[in-house]
Nanobody, 128 residues
Framework: QVQLVESGGGSVQAGGSLRLSCAASGRTSTAYAMGWFRQIPGKEREFVAAISSSGDHTYHGDSVYGRVTISRDNAKNTVYLQMNNLKPEDTAVYYC?????????????????????WGQGTQVTVSS
């Protein structure tokens, strides 16, 4: 089992930046691929970004491509989501997710169903 706790959400004006963090605890000795998703109430969950357990392969969703960067610090068991040039349509609850890959690999996952563990979410609000 691994527990995920997101932080760093908040309210910003359009064009601003935020850095979200996701701290993992519990059974962190194994390898995890990580992802970020977001959801607006009443809408489907949307993929934002993913990173392999090795950290050298990443993928970013079309709606955030060029404005968002996912990264990780395995020594700190933390994954980050740097978001720049934020837009009002980025307003959502952002969730961190983890999938046990059992060994360090270059695989990442872009579908919510591929992930085993989820954080509680952090709200991001972008005003125009």
């Amino acid at each position: 089992q691994v527990q995920l706790v997101e932080s760093g959400g908040g309210s910003v004006q359009a064009g601003g930046s935020l850095r979200l963090s996701c701290a993992a605890s519990g059974r962190t000795s194994t390898a995890y691929a990580m992802g970020w998703f977001r959801q607006i109430p009443g809408k489907e969950r949307e993929f934002v970004a993913a990173i392999s357990s090795s950290g050298d392969h990443t993928y970013h969703g079309d709606s955030v491509y060029g404005r968002v960067t996912i990264s990780r610090d395995n020594a700190k068991n933390t994954v980050y989501l740097q978001m720049n040039n934020l837009k009002p349509e980025d307003t959502a609850v952002y969730y961190c997710a983890a999938r046990n890959t059992y060994y360090i690999s270059s695989h990442y996952f872009t579908t919510g169903g591929d992930y085993e563990y989820w954080g509680q979410g952090t709200q991001v609000t972008v005003s125009s």
